[in-house]
């Protein structure tokens, strides 16, 4: 009975190793960071971000399919405009916390926490990412952009 505990735990702790290479195949292929529902940025709107310069829930009544998974807007209109130029509005980085990319690690960017940034839309993990960022933009965006190419 010991020998089957053993190995059961085992097993559980094999498949718990595995999920961050899980994490990483997602963000290689897909370049898409999206929750559990596998909804991109957590289900927020990227429109909004434009228009009321504020993070806002996506509805699931607007959805926008892009880059293999569902967008959710909070708006048609908003919905529209991102599905006539989804390059122009979708977060850099996959939606994946910049701060965290320049570091080489992909962690999921955090769309409460956001910077815009020369048009772009960037994402971090936690505020203290944003802060780094105030301080230095060009080389943290230069450094994640070096990393995101290395991911395929």
């Known amino acids: 009975m010991s020998y089957l505990s053993r190995r059961a735990l085992l097993g559980n702790l094999a498949a718990l190793a595995a999920l961050p290479f899980a994490k990483i195949a997602n963000a290689a292929n897909n370049r898409v960071a999206t929750n559990r529902r596998g909804i991109a940025m957590q289900g927020y709107d990227t429109h909004a971000y434009w228009t009321i310069a504020d993070a806002r829930e996506g509805n699931a009544d607007y959805v926008v399919e892009w880059r293999g998974v569902p967008w959710h807007f909070a708006s048609a209109e908003d ?4 599905a006539a130029s989804p390059e122009a509005f979708e977060p850099q980085f996959g939606g994946f916390c910049t701060r965290a990319m320049s570091l080489r690690k992909v962690v999921d960017g955090d769309p409460n926490v956001w910077r815009l940034h020369k048009g772009k839309l960037y994402l971090f993990a936690r505020p203290v990412g ?3 960022f105030d301080k230095g933009q060009d080389a943290m965006i230069a450094k994640a952009q070096l990393h ?3 991911l395929g």
Do not use: I, S, V
Not at 79 to 82: D, I, L, Q, R
């Open 130 to 132: 944003g802060t780094y």
């Open 79 to 82: 919905a529209e405009t991102f």
């Open 148 to 150: 995101w190419d290395t």
